[in-house]
């Protein structure tokens, strides 16, 4: 009999898996076996970070266990396998987010390291006084704190794309904001608090014809869609691996080459350098000039069989899955008194963020907990966007991944009923 690593290796090298059964895909899944408070596991915080397969588990042990050396200056054998494994998964990001080059795919520690190398290379290259950035009101503190630090050592304005009632970015205002003091427009491809997907392709347009560059935030956007940066035309975007089935501590940074070139290096010291000299250094080739230090060799090799879990599995099954469980999450928890859903954008990710009238997120939370049931409740560090726009205290988010079930959702609507009728 096959046991559960066999299967994990079995799913990745099936390139031509079409069926889907969540249970067995659950399987691959070791974590979501257990129990907690007595009650099985019902992980439902995704958009905070998702679970891991056996492939990528057992890629970081047979790191450790195989390959553990230091990449790109060893030359003896055990540094030319890490380093060929760690050069691997970059061409696999490569592939995964569509660059059409490796050196414009940099390993950073996730989306908030990625945002804030652009932030201090770039922003503090073209950004001086008198001039503008824009980022919209739903951006996380990752696209948001960096540009804020910026704006305030550089004496620029930091402009905001509104949202609407229903969680949609109002375009259209682009018009007025950008001026021709824009430096750059960073916006977040999905809402990690609303599940709104922005139309990123249409901002980018708009943005490119005033000239302004455009970062993407696509950290909640890559576990659910195609990322295509060639297809986007964006200049830069950032992803974190550990929300796309993938170790924490690792990420990406996707940047055109040219502006890659014009930008200095964000850190210094080893790897970034091609030749150093007491009175100064000669900085190494892309993406090397932006990767000082030893970086997370391990977690890095373990994207690839995090993005091929993604890939294998497939887009469309991901959505068609995904979705399928967002709306049976909607129409039931729509008939729970004192309900009030936060994001009702038609173009949405399987993220549901709702509040229960005369209660507190963190009370109903702890409730659920008790069930079994993990959701993320608070802010979801996008306070400005809950609390100014939206005038709230927090709300409580669920979030599916392609590994939950239709039976979860329906015990979790339920635990939502039952969590509501103790604390009203
Ligand atoms: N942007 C968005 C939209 C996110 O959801 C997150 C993570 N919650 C981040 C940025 C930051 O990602 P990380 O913490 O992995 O750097």
């Known amino acids: 009999m096959m046991n559960k690593d066999d299967k994990a290796v079995e799913f990745i090298r099936d390139s031509t898996v079409k069926s889907f059964n969540v249970h067995e895909l659950r399987d691959l899944f070791p974590i979501l076996g257990q129990h907690v408070n007595d009650k099985p ?201 550990h929300k796309v089935y993938g170790p924490t501590g690792i990420g990406i940074l996707y940047g055109k080459e040219n502006l890659l070139e014009m930008m200095p290096p964000y850190q210094s010291g080893g790897e970034m350098i091609k030749e150093v000299k007491f009175s100064g250094a000669l900085y190494n080739e892309l993406p090397y000039k932006f990767e000082a230090g030893t970086p997370n060799i391990a977690d890095a090799v373990a994207l690839k069989p995090a993005f091929e879990f993604v890939e294998n599995t497939g887009f469309d099954m991901i959505s068609e899955h995904e979705n399928s469980l967002l709306l049976l999450a909607t129409e039931l928890l729509k008939d729970v008194e004192g309900i009030r859903i936060i994001g009702t954008s038609k173009e949405k990710v399987s993220v549901l963020s709702f509040v229960i009238s005369g209660t507190h997120p963190y009370d109903a939370g702890a409730l659920l907990d008790q069930m079994g049931i993990a959701v993320r409740t608070g802010f979801h560090c996008t306070q400005p966007l809950l609390q100014e726009v939206y005038g709230l205290n927090g709300t409580i988010r669920a979030s599916f991944a392609i590994y939950n079930t239709a039976d979860e959702v329906t015990y979790f609507a339920d635990c939502v009923r039952r969590a509501r009728n103790m604390l009203a």
Request: net charge negative.
């Open 41 to 241: 596991l019902v992980y439902l915080d995704n958009a905070a970070t998702t679970q891991k397969p056996f492939s990528v588990i057992r890629s970081l042990e047979s790191f450790y266990e195989r390959f553990n050396s230091n990449v790109h200056r060893a030359l003896y054998t055990l540094g030319e396998e890490a380093t060929q494994a760690f050069e691997d998964s970059r061409e696999k990001a490569r592939q995964f987010i569509n660059a059409s080059s490796r050196s414009e795919v940099i390993f950073t520690r996730g989306t908030t390291e990625s945002v804030n190398l652009v932030a201090s290379s770039f922003g503090e290259t073209v950004v001086n006084a008198g001039d503008n950035v824009i980022v919209s009101q739903m951006e996380h503190h990752s696209n948001l704190v960096p540009w804020q630090i910026l704006c305030e050592k550089r004496n620029a304005e930091l402009r905001f794309i509104p949202v609407d009632s229903n969680g949609n970015l109002k375009i259209d205002s682009l018009d007025d904001l950008i001026s021709e003091r824009t430096r750059l427009l960073s916006v977040t491809y999905v809402s990690n608090s609303l599940g709104t997907i922005n139309p990123v392709k249409k901002i980018i347009e708009k943005a490119h014809s005033r000239g302004v560059p455009v970062m993407i935030d696509a950290a909640q956007a890559a576990p659910h869609l195609k990322i295509d940066v060639a297809d986007t035309d964006c200049d830069f975007l950032a992803l974190s691996g």
